[in-house]
């Protein structure tokens, strides 16, 4: 059987289901100290796993999720971009954001970008969405640099409801991007 959900094809990347071949890779990625700088903590093996499941499980249940990356030149697993519900209490009910997690060796080639312009392109293609978010912590300039790149303008600065009070993370910004008229 086919699994639900697009598989996408860009210049450099496969963005796939996920396989289990990709855990042992994506939890590697997951306890990178420098990967997870603005998050609360690394992840556990457990964790992480759980997190690739809800990564694909979102195919499923709402039709998008996140993809895995893979780059077409090796078969390679570098990481994660693609769609998901905004947390509750953040931007508009019921909003979409895109988002993006490289294993450490594979920043600075752009992949982040390449990634994120084929998800907004099936968000607004495929889903039909009439805008995206994306949102990070305010000290996460490599994210915002990103959403600059793909189009995104700076909408809100807010406290994220779900990080603790005295967290240097609790800071957020949120960004958006409208479907092309
Ligand atoms: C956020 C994250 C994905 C950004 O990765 P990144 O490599 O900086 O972003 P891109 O893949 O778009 O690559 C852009 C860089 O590649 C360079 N580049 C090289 N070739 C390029 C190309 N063909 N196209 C675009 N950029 C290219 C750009 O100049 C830029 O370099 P710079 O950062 O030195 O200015 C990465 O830092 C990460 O995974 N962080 C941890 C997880 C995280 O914080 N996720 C976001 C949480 S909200």
Do not use: K
């Not at 009910?93 to 392109?121: I, K, Q, S």
């Amino acid at each position: 059987m086919t699994p639900r959900g697009p598989q996408l094809e860009t210049e450099r990347l496969v963005l796939r289901r996920w396989r289990e071949l990709d855990l042992e890779p994506f939890a590697a990625m997951n306890a990178d100290a420098e990967v997870m700088e603005f998050f609360p903590a690394p992840l556990t093996r457990v964790q992480s796993d759980a997190l690739a499941a809800r990564a694909d499980g979102g195919f499923e249940t709402r039709g998008f999720g996140l993809w895995a990356l893979e780059l077409r030149a090796t078969g390679e697993f570098i990481g994660f971009t693609g769609l998901a519900p905004l947390p509750e209490g953040v931007g508009p009910t019921g909003g979409v954001e895109v988002g993006w997690r490289l294993a450490r060796p594979f920043w600075g080639a752009g992949y982040a970008t390449e990634a994120a312009r084929a998800a907004l392109d099936s968000a607004f293609g495929t889903l039909g969405l009439a805008e995206v978010s994306s949102i990070t912590a305010v000290l996460n300039v490599r994210s915002q640099a990103v959403m600059r790149r793909i189009g995104m303008r700076e909408i809100e600065s807010f406290e994220h409801p779900r990080v603790p009070e005295a967290s240097r993370l609790r800071p957020h910004v949120r960004f958006v991007i409208d479907r092309p008229v």
